[in-house]
């Protein structure tokens, strides 16, 4: 089959592998569309430290068409979105409803649940992206990263629930609990940043203030109806910009959707003193933070999330539900489509700004 290998930073080709099998837990999935994410683009940066050489993407979405034993609740022909977040349903976390933080799914081995690979080219080893691997067009996943999606979901639509805009909606809507007739401040307005700002505005916030160094892409958070307010941030003091916009105080909520050196502090200082900050964007492996303690001393919130904070087979189904009910316009982020031979020129217009947000379509 082919597949999107990445064998080193920069190192980025699609490549004829061997054809994967399912084993206990496991299914296997043709592909049909994958979201084109920035997380992946830590990895081919070398940001973040994966194992080579490795297949990317990590929001597949596809038809079952082999499952191994042991698999329960997948069956073959279902329509699936695959997760990053895959709870084991046993371990301290999990059992306190807090499946994102699951101990039994370690992230960034680059191997299956049982610590082997499934991947292989001509006997070599190749290791796989968050269990998934779904740069291909066949991905072997373990039964608890896969959640059955309605038969007449759009797969090219809602395959980036898988991770980026899950992310967004569920940064707003579950780990933040955006409150009716408020206002948030998103800094970053990529993909999950315009996700944050649909879940905010579903929510009920009225005033969203969307910012972003290109401010093309800000004003298309206004022009889709996510944002309210946006903020050019390379030609604007940002802070004294969202003042004025929420009568002096700061924003009810804020989000930083960029996570690169000053963008969090920003979002702080852009808040009110009560108000909740949640950090989602890792653009970079490692950011440090300097914050006041007066900041925090003024009962400002701040924690982050992964995955939205969700529970997959709870809230994926939900999602893809007011998607369909046009209540979350999932298909508003999406701009450009391509196809699995195009990957690398994918991650490059992602890494250059020129995209919102791109899918990947296979043949179905």
Request: overall charge neutral; proline content about 5%; charged content about 20%.
């Given at each position: 089959?082919?597949?999107v290998?990445c064998r080193g930073p920069g190192?980025?080709?699609?490549?004829e592998?061997?054809?994967p099998?399912p084993?206990?837990?496991?299914?296997?999935?043709?592909?049909?569309?994958?979201?084109?994410c920035?997380?992946?683009?830590?990895f081919?940066s070398g940001?973040?430290?994966?194992p080579?050489?490795?297949?990317?993407?990590?929001e597949?979405?596809g038809?079952?068409?082999?499952?191994?034993?042991?698999?329960?609740?997948?069956?073959?022909g279902?329509?699936?979105?695959?997760?990053?977040?895959?709870p084991?349903?046993?371990?301290f976390q999990?059992?306190?409803d807090?499946?994102?933080?699951?101990?039994?799914?370690p992230?960034?081995?680059g191997?299956?649940l049982?610590?082997?690979?499934r991947?292989?080219?001509?006997?070599?080893?190749i290791?796989?992206?968050?269990?998934?691997?779904?740069y291909?067009?066949?991905?072997?996943?373990?039964?608890r990263?896969?959640?059955?999606?309605?038969?007449?979901a759009?797969?090219?639509?809602?395959?980036?629930?898988?991770c980026?805009?899950?992310t967004?909606?569920?940064?707003?809507?579950?780990?933040?609990?955006?409150?009716?007739g408020?206002?948030a401040v998103?800094?970053g307005?990529?993909?999950?940043?315009?996700?944050?700002?649909?879940?905010a505005?579903?929510?009920g916030?009225t005033?969203?203030i969307?910012?972003d160094?290109?401010?093309?892409?800000?004003?298309?958070?206004?022009e889709?109806?996510?944002?309210?307010?946006a903020?050019?941030a390379?030609?604007t003091d940002?802070?004294?910009?969202?003042q004025e916009?929420?009568?002096?105080?700061?924003a009810?909520?804020?989000?930083?959707a960029?996570?690169?050196?000053?963008?969090?502090?920003?979002?702080?200082?852009?808040?009110?003193?009560?108000?909740?900050?949640?950090?989602i964007?890792?653009?970079?492996?490692?950011?440090?933070?300097?914050?006041e303690t007066?900041?925090?001393l003024?009962h400002?919130?701040?924690?982050g999330t992964?995955?939205?904070?969700?529970?997959?087979?709870?809230?994926?189904p939900?999602?893809?539900?007011?998607c369909?009910?046009g209540r979350?316009?999932?298909?508003?982020?999406?701009?450009?489509?391509y196809?699995l031979?195009?990957?690398?020129?994918?991650?490059?217009?992602?890494?250059h700004?020129?995209?919102?947000r791109?899918v990947?379509?296979?043949e179905?």
């Amino acid at each position: 089959m082919r597949a999107v290998v990445c064998r080193g930073p920069g190192k980025v080709a699609v490549e004829e592998i061997d054809d994967p099998k399912p084993l206990a837990g496991e299914v296997k999935i043709k592909i049909v569309a994958v979201g084109v994410c920035h997380t992946d683009l830590n990895f081919t940066s070398g940001n973040v430290p994966v194992p080579f050489p490795i297949v990317l993407g990590h929001e597949g979405a596809g038809v079952v068409v082999e499952v191994g034993p042991q698999v329960r609740s997948i069956r073959v022909g279902d329509h699936v979105v695959c997760s990053i977040i895959g709870p084991c349903e046993e371990c301290f976390q999990c059992l306190r409803d807090d499946p994102a933080l699951c101990e039994g799914a370690p992230m960034f081995t680059g191997k299956m649940l049982d610590g082997t690979t499934r991947l292989s080219k001509g006997g070599e080893p190749i290791h796989t992206l968050h269990f998934q691997g779904s740069y291909a067009e066949y991905a072997v996943v373990p039964e608890r990263f896969v959640t059955k999606v309605r038969d007449d979901a759009p797969l090219e639509i809602v395959c980036g629930l898988a991770c980026g805009v899950t992310t967004g909606l569920g940064a707003a809507i579950h780990r933040a609990q955006v409150l009716p007739g408020s206002s948030a401040v998103v800094i970053g307005s990529g993909g999950v940043g315009l996700s944050t700002m649909m879940g905010a505005r579903f929510r009920g916030a009225t005033t969203v203030i969307a910012v972003d160094k290109l401010a093309r892409k800000a004003q298309k958070a206004v022009e889709l109806g996510f944002a309210t307010h946006a903020i050019d941030a390379s030609t604007t003091d940002v802070v004294k910009a969202v003042q004025e916009l929420t009568r002096g105080r700061g924003a009810d909520y804020g989000f930083d959707a960029v996570g690169v050196p000053g963008t969090l502090e920003q979002t702080i200082a852009s808040t009110r003193p009560g108000a909740t900050v949640v950090v989602i964007g890792r653009a970079m492996g490692s950011v440090e933070l300097r914050v006041e303690t007066s900041a925090l001393l003024r009962h400002r919130t701040l924690t982050g999330t992964f995955g939205g904070s969700v529970h997959p087979r709870r809230h994926l189904p939900e999602f893809v539900e007011l998607c369909m009910q046009g209540r979350l316009n999932l298909a508003g982020i999406l701009d450009t489509r391509y196809t699995l031979d195009e990957a690398p020129r994918a991650l490059d217009d992602l890494h250059h700004g020129r995209v919102t947000r791109g899918v990947i379509v296979l043949e179905k």
